[in-house]
């Protein structure tokens, strides 16, 4: 039985609303900070790591451990509900953080095969591969590091015409 109180406080709605607004993503308890401080929304680390422990702990938010080489930090992602994001793969993105749900039946039969072959379950929760997002991949290809400008745009600046940034479309 729990016996915590959950409080309903405008800061805590205010990092729930960044968490939703953001979660394609992991995001840190630093960015979370940043982005309510630009909307001049004033709430304190101390804050939002005691509103992410117990978000964490509804299960309304997941908490990744990264070590990144850099130092090791915790990302956070909105998810809703403890069973919303239990039974997918994720993909990260090592160079813009984007976070794909990936539900994929060849990765099932590797699930199987753990299973069957090595008496292994796989957490779903806490497993995520790391790697390049194709559109990461193309503008490294092509020298572009801006992410406002695809390649064709790169290509268009080298040239000397003028251009206008495009939008990505969703990789599939």
Known sequence: MNNTISYKTRQKDQVMEWLMQNKERHITADEIMEGLNQKSMRVGKATIYRHLDRLVSEGIIRKYFVDDGKSPSYQYQYV???????????????????????????????????????????????????????????????????????????????????????EEGENE
Not at 83 to 88: A, I, N, P, Q, R
Not at 117 to 134: E, P, S
Not at 141 to 150: F, N, R, V
Request: one cysteine or more; aromatic letters at 8%.
């Open 80 to 166: 809703g509900s403890a069973e919303t994001c239990s039974h997918h793969y994720h993909l990260k993105c090592l160079d813009c953080g984007r976070l794909i749900h990936l539900d994929c039946k060849y990765l099932w039969g590797m699930d199987s095969h753990i299973k069957d072959h090595h008496d292994f379950h796989v957490d779903h929760i806490k497993t995520v591969l790391y790697g390049q997002c194709g559109a990461c991949a193309e503008k490294k290809a092509c020298g572009c590091y801006d992410e406002k400008q695809s390649c064709e745009s790169c290509a268009d600046k080298r040239a000397g015409e003028s251009y206008a940034g495009k």
